[in-house]
């Protein structure tokens, strides 16, 4: 099974509001790159079809995190299996149609130039990361507050320093942001990125 095909088996077995026929539908498009884009320009999963695979991922580490005894039975966290494929599978829409192939010259191991290709992004829609991907979604179909903000603040610390107080109170108040977070950061940085040599 590809990943394209995965994805799509979780999103349909899963994610069944009102709109979510949509949401996937545009997904699927000709006019939307989100199987065949990267998840990132030069580190994790920075290939063709890496944002897939990184929700993916991202969902497969969520699942599990939730599973946990102690996020289970100790902190009382509990979220159905809709909002758990919601988070993950969507928290980076803010990606599709957002990097674009451009080539630069390098030179191969006996010297010679050779245009190879690298990402670039081209952001048609700056809305920022985690806002932009929450746009996205509820332009399809309703999101819960708990997905909403779990969506928005799923970079954690990382990319919304400025605003560590937003980032700690959703964390708080929404323990569904802390998870996404945690599962986005294990995809990340053990899933997909190089092991340090």
């Known amino acids: 099974m590809t990943n394209k095909e995965k994805f799509i088996q979780i999103f349909r077995d899963n994610i069944t509001r009102e709109g979510a026929d949509?949401?996937?539908?545009?997904?699927?498009?000709?006019g939307c790159d989100f199987f065949t884009a990267p998840a990132s320009s030069r580190y994790h999963s920075a290939h063709e079809g890496g944002l897939?695979?990184?929700?993916?991922?991202?969902?497969?580490?969520?699942?599990?995190y939730m599973e946990r005894h102690r996020?289970?039975?100790?902190?009382?966290?509990?979220?159905?299996?809709?909002?758990?494929?919601?988070?993950?599978?969507?928290h980076d829409l803010c990606k599709v149609n957002f990097y674009k192939t451009s080539f630069r010259n390098v030179k191969d191991e006996n010297g010679r130039w050779q245009s190879v290709p690298y990402y670039t992004i081209e952001d048609s829609?700056?809305?920022?990361?985690?806002?932009?991907?929450?746009?996205?979604?509820?332009?399809?179909?309703?999101?819960?507050?708990?997905?909403?903000?779990?969506?928005r603040y799923h970079m954690g610390f990382s990319e919304d320093a400025n605003n560590a107080n937003n980032v700690a109170k959703s964390f708080e108040m929404f323990p569904l942001a802390f998870a996404l977070s945690v599962a986005d950061q294990e995809a990340t940085y053990f899933m997909e990125s190089s092991p340090a040599k």
């Open 22 to 30: 949509r949401l996937l539908a545009y997904l699927c498009s000709e």
């Open 52 to 64: 897939c695979e990184h929700s993916l991922n991202v969902y497969e580490c969520l699942v599990d």
């Open 71 to 90: 996020v289970k039975d100790l902190y009382g966290i509990s979220y159905s299996a809709e909002s758990i494929a919601i988070a993950a599978l969507l």
């Open 125 to 151: 829609l700056p809305y920022g990361h985690g806002e932009k991907s929450v746009y996205i979604a509820t332009g399809y179909m309703r999101l819960t507050r708990d997905e909403a903000f779990a969506i």
